[in-house]
């Protein structure tokens, strides 16, 4: 889909969720428990090609002029995972069922966590270049771990079940509207 095709309201959602993502990052959390993840699977699942990858990079990327960047090759490990999220998000918006969100959520910390812990230790100076350096690095990281899994949980849990609520709304109005537009002509 090109981005003359892209729907008024499309672009709404992706300007919204970018400022959702923004603002929560900068807010004080605990660390890990961020909605970036959740939002990149939200946006491969619900908004087309040309705005699902911008939602989350954006996010990051104008939090990060206020937060402060890393090594790019961390940078990159963290990006790059958020961009996996929105591949599964295209991978899962074919299917969306609860335990598929779920579960897409959960494999997106897991890529998380072993992606930007790898890019930490290899090219930092916070632990040896090891399997022992490698082991401790994973190891230390866990407490975020179960951050990063809160976050994105309640995060994903809150994005899909408000738009499903909303969506529901919507369609149900409209139904209304239908109706009353049968018995009145």
Known sequence: MTLTKIRISEILIALLFVAVGISLRLLPHPP?????????????????????????????????IFLGFY?????????????????????????????????????????FFLTTNLAIW????????????????????LPFFRSTLLGDLFYTITFFGLYGLVNDWFLARQKKAEEAAIQNP
Request: proline share 5%; charged share 10%; net charge positive.
């Open 122 to 141: 290899a090219f930092t100076p916070w632990y040896a270049k090891t399997f022992a350096g490698l082991i401790n690095c994973f190891f230390l990281a």
């Open 32 to 64: 890990n428990f961020a909605p970036i993840a959740a939002l990149a699977l939200f946006s491969g699942v619900y908004l087309p090609k040309a705005l699902a990858l911008s939602v989350p990079m954006a996010s990051m990327l104008i939090s990060d």
């Open 71 to 111: 090594e790019w090759q961390v940078s990159l490990a963290v990006y790059g995972s958020f961009f996996l999220c929105v591949f599964l998000g295209r991978v899962l918006s074919k299917r969306k069922r609860w335990p598929l969100i779920v579960g897409s959520s959960l494999v997106g910390s897991l890529v």
